[in-house]
């Protein structure tokens, strides 16, 4: 009876999850977004028991024993361990709630590559976590959603979300994937080239966070005569000495790095648009491309994707949280879907 009245004052406690390979992040419906914390697990090697998680667990990254080690749980868009993913899910939960009056309902958005098998056992994750009611979605139909597209007219819309381990191209249109495609050309492919190319060009070994860094202070995606005079100190270690060291890199190494995935996403946009219906395509030429996801902020991205496929390209307004936003909107949908479920089975 009490447990009814509290629901009474508060209502049910519903959730959206964006589940990431970089971050996760949490939604709750009349609120916003209540969580925003790296995907990371740090154990203890000896142990193997949890030690910290997110944000924490990323501040021991590359600074600590080989005691401890940190792990991505999700890679490259893809869940490698769902034991730690479960407990990453559940601490962040937790921790986005703050209190827990009712079994809270959740939305969830997954890469869009793995497989029925996996999807069900996220699901089950959930329920095992004390979720009252579950639903998964792709991410890319989440993002759209969170980018406030009209996805359920019957025109086209092409977005592109660009995030950490992988880029998911989707063509919509009344509400269905029409086409799609999944590249690893993504964040961390950028990070990967830049460190590789410093190393090469400055003898500088560097982190992914160092790597990150450089792309977001002096990286751009169209790099011009005018960005000669862009440089940043970055540390790491001398690849001939060993010792630490520090360079100042170039916002023209930095491009050379990106120059390649930038390519390969531009590859990925042009094989769904040519496999795209003449209508929807008509529909796209009209209505551009749009872009979410954390690394669809990088400079000068939107101009050379319209260079390169010859289609208008648009930053949505919230581009790191465009799937969580989106699984938050796709709530109503699952109560509804619930609800018809109920009267069928009457």
């Known amino acids: 009876m009490k447990e009814d009245i509290l629901m009474a004052l508060f209502g049910k406690q519903r959730l959206g999850i964006d589940l990431g390979t970089a971050n996760t992040i949490i939604y709750i419906e009349n609120k916003g977004i209540a969580l925003r914390e790296p995907s990371i697990i740090a154990i203890n090697s000896e ?4 030690v910290a998680y997110g944000k924490e667990a990323a501040a021991l990254v590359g600074r600590t024993s080989d005691k401890y ?16 993913t479960k407990q990453l899910l559940a601490f962040f939960i937790k921790k986005a709630l703050h209190r827990s009056l009712s079994k809270p309902e959740v939305v969830i958005s997954v890469p869009s590559n793995i497989s029925k098998v996996e999807r069900r056992a996220v699901v089950d994750a959930l329920k095992d976590l004390g979720i009252g009611r579950a639903m998964i979605i792709d991410e890319s139909f989440s993002a759209a959603v969170g980018a406030n597209l009209p996805i359920y007219e019957p025109r086209g819309h092409l977005l592109v979300d660009i995030g950490a381990g992988t880029t998911n191209i989707a063509l919509i249109s009344y509400g269905e994937v029409v086409k799609s495609l999944t590249s690893r050309a993504a964040g961390n492919a950028m990070n990967q080239a830049i460190k590789e190319l410093v190393r090469t060009h400055y003898h500088l070994v560097i982190g992914d966070q ?24 970055v540390k790491g270690r001398n690849s001939g000495t060993g010792l630490p060291d520090s360079k100042e890199v170039t916002a023209a190494v930095v491009a050379q790095g990106l120059d390649e995935v930038i390519r390969q996403i531009a590859t990925g946009i042009r094989q769904v648009l040519e496999v795209t219906p003449p209508e929807l395509a008509a529909d796209i030429s009209e209505n551009g491309i749009v872009l979410t996801g954390g690394a669809a902020l990088l400079k000068r991205l939107p ?44």
């Open 47 to 50: 142990t193997k028991e949890v």
């Open 210 to 233: 160092a790597a990150e860094d450089l792309k977001l202070s002096i990286g751009n995606a169209a790099y011009a005569d005018y960005d000669k005079e862009d440089t940043l100190v």
């Open 69 to 84: 080690e940190t792990i991505h749980p999700i890679q490259d868009g893809v869940i490698a361990d769902f034991s730690l």
């Open 303 to 346: 101009e050379r994707l319209h260079d390169s496929v010859g289609v208008p390209v648009h930053l949505s307004q919230q581009p790191i949280d465009a799937v969580a936003i989106g699984a938050g909107k796709m709530l109503k949908t699952m109560t509804d879907q619930a609800k018809e479920k109920e009267r069928n089975a009457r």
